[in-house]
């Protein structure tokens, strides 16, 4: 079955720490990997996307295939930073495939 | 750059009525998809459009329609409302075979069943 876990619903850290939003996802094929934020329950945006590797205002997340694992990580959290944050998972070969999503994880960054 | 836009942005109905919710996806995107997002729950895929046909289904009741429009718009039909129908609808876009099929998002629909 396609399923996204976050396992972690609150992560509450202190402005300038390493934060690690954890996603592990089981799909039987290739699936394509993203996280979305979305803040105050706003629309959702695009953070990253696994095929494109690339760092958005300082996240970075790696796909590991053998641990079916798509981590979001950032070195120093910042109060801008406090949002939801959601993994997501879509197959690939069909036009117009569904995202899964996890059940997301509140990112809270204080002072 | 033009994002996706949805409306209305806030729609209160009550038990039983009906609602239309439009989505006009980012220009040149052939793809669009619903999602319910009820308090406090990740998205839900409901459907998804490319190029007009119905391409993928999920949890869509059966008083919800939806179509794709020759303009690439959708509009999801919702009749005999419920309660449980209250919740955030967004729509998102994308361009297939384009080598970035990222759905992007709107700002949702709010519904409000009374």
């Known amino acids: 079955a396609q399923r996204v876990t976050q396992p972690e619903k609150l992560l509450s850290v202190f402005k300038g720490a390493p934060v690690e939003l954890k996603c592990n996802y089981s799909?039987?094929?290739?699936?394509?990997l993203f996280w979305y934020v979305q803040y105050s329950r706003q629309r959702l945006q695009l953070l990253l996307r696994?095929?494109s590797r690339e760092s958005i205002k300082g996240f970075t997340a790696d796909l590991n295939k053998g641990e079916t694992s798509f981590h979001l990580k950032k070195p120093f959290a910042q109060e801008e930073d406090s949002a939801m944050y959601y993994c997501?998972?879509?197959?690939?070969?069909?036009?117009?495939?569904?995202?899964?999503f996890g059940k997301g994880t509140t990112l809270s960054v204080s002072s | 750059a033009a994002g996706v836009i949805q409306s209305p942005r806030h729609l209160i109905k009550e038990k039983r009525e009906t609602a239309t919710l439009k989505c006009y996806p980012i220009?040149?995107?052939?793809?669009v998809y619903w999602y319910q997002q009820g308090p406090g729950q990740d998205p839900q895929f409901l459907i998804s459009?490319?190029?007009?046909?119905?391409?993928d289904k999920g949890s869509i009741p059966d008083r919800f329609s939806a179509q794709q429009f020759s303009d690439y718009h959708s509009e999801l039909n919702m009749s005999s409302l419920e309660l449980g129908d209250s919740a955030l609808y967004f729509c998102?876009?994308?361009?297939?075979?384009?080598?970035?099929?990222?759905?992007?998002f709107g700002p949702g629909t709010r519904l409000l069943v009374l």
């Open positions: 998102a876009s994308s361009l297939v075979g384009s080598g970035d099929e990222t759905q992007y």
């Open positions: 799909y039987s094929g290739s699936p394509e």
């Open positions: 696994h095929i």
């Open positions: 997501a998972l879509s197959g690939t070969g069909q036009a117009g495939t569904a995202l899964i």
């Open positions: 220009p040149r995107h052939d793809t």
């Open positions: 459009f490319y190029e007009k046909m119905q391409s």
